[in-house]
């Protein structure tokens, strides 16, 4: 008798499940009525200095027989919250703003002048976005940078996309980070977090300057607006949200190097002396070993950094018929001295940057708090500035 009753219920719950399919939508917007956001950029409104300008790019699937292209549209509305604004594109709109396919975050540059958390915090509380989201800050206004024009996509926002989310293993250029990370810095008790700093640079160019570009115009907007590629290497330091400093693209490379294992990326070893001349060498990192441990020592902070970096000679500014034959795995030795001497110069560079603005971006509070609890209480407060360090790098021929 119970078998038979639980045979009933099991098919009452499977009918009932069945009318609720056929019969309901389960509450899904109509798709011709939703905004599917790709990026978002938040820049400080210019009307007033109190609200927030909030910009969404928009991506417009075609249904077209010529073209399978997607288009976008880029737009903005003001207010007091970032949430305030995204609303007030919905009511602009008439769309529904969908997040759940947003992967970008960007900050203009006016933004670095306030607590980049305050805006920063409802993406990281509220459910209608990914955590894994990148954010960025960049060069002038988020709006601006959205709205750019690229060759390299027909959004912008997927081809800022393609620099931060390289493979796994090929991101030493760029210090990716997304909304989780940065909030776990934030509220972390060092309160220090960093993420990429993008720049648009006119296609043309490869330094970045203003100016006309051969062959770097596009007709798609106006007929003639610059297209522009983006440079993500210099990254931006935070403290208690605050923008406090700058790491370059050297010191970009050694700080990813340091925290991530990579591949098949390069690096630049300039003015190596062989033979009386000055020749400039391009290496091609194939993987990297890097450790590093934060000790206590006759009551003072020691940071041990041990480093071996495994590259190729990928290219040379001067070039002599004898050295032909020679294998790029081999690396000559002053090529190696040259690059083990800028790492140092590096990691004492970020070491510096740390202790000038007071952002823990190596998370060394976390290691003195995890390995040497019984100093933490006397060091915490000036670990930087009684931080020695202890660099063990190597740089050898890959094979």
Not at 120 to 144: M, N, P, R
Request: charged share 25%.
């Amino acid at each position: 008798m119970r078998k038979k009753t639980g045979v009933k219920a099991i098919f009452l719950g499977m009918l009932f499940c069945a009318l609720l399919y056929f019969s309901n939508n389960f509450g899904l917007i109509d798709i011709e009525k939703t905004a599917i956001i790709t990026a978002v950029g938040i820049d400080l409104s210019e009307k007033d200095p109190e609200e927030y300008e909030v910009t969404v790019q928009i991506a417009i699937p075609q249904a077209s027989a010529t073209s399978q292209d997607n288009e976008k549209a880029v737009l903005s509305a003001e207010g007091a919250t970032v949430s305030e604004a995204l609303h007030q594109i919905g009511d602009i709109t008439g769309w529904y703003p969908n997040l759940s396919f947003c992967n970008l975050i960007v900050l203009g540059e006016e933004m670095l002048a306030v607590d980049a958390n305050v805006c920063l915090d409802y993406f990281a509380k509220t459910l209608k976005i990914q955590y894994s989201a990148c954010v960025a800050a960049c060069e002038g206004k988020a709006k601006e940078l959205l709205d750019a024009i690229t060759p390299l996509d027909n959004i912008s926002s997927f081809a800022i996309q393609k620099i931060l989310l390289k493979n796994p293993g090929m991101t030493s250029d760029v210090a990716t980070v997304n909304i989780k990370n940065f909030s776990v810095g934030y509220y972390s008790p060092s309160s220090s977090a960093y993420m990429p700093y993008i720049r648009a640079v006119p296609a043309g160019r490869a330094d970045g300057q203003s100016g006309e570009t051969g062959g770097g115009q596009s007709g798609a907007q106006g007929g003639g607006e610059e297209e522009k590629v983006f440079d993500a290497s210099f990254t931006a330091l935070f403290k208690d949200g605050f923008f406090v400093g700058m790491l370059d693209d050297h010191e970009t490379k050694t700080f990813n190097l340091l925290k991530e294992s990579v591949k098949e990326n390069f690096l630049i070893v300039d003015d190596v002396e062989i033979d009386g001349m000055k020749t400039d060498y391009l290496l091609n990192v194939t993987h990297n070993r890097c450790k590093m441990k934060l000790a206590v020592e006759n009551g003072a902070p020691v940071l041990r950094v041990d480093a071996r970096i495994f590259a190729r000679v990928e290219d040379r500014s001067t070039y002599e018929k004898r050295e032909g034959l020679q294998s790029n795995a081999l690396m000559p030795e002053a090529v190696a001295r040259k690059a083990e001497e800028n790492f140092v110069k590096y990691l004492s560079s970020i070491v510096k940057k740390s202790r000038e603005s007071g952002c823990d971006v190596l998370e060394l509070d976390n290691k003195l708090y995890r390995f040497n609890n019984a100093d933490y209480a006397a060091l915490r407060e000036d670990l930087y500035e009684r931080l020695q360090l202890d660099v063990r790098v190597s740089f050898t021929g890959a094979k």
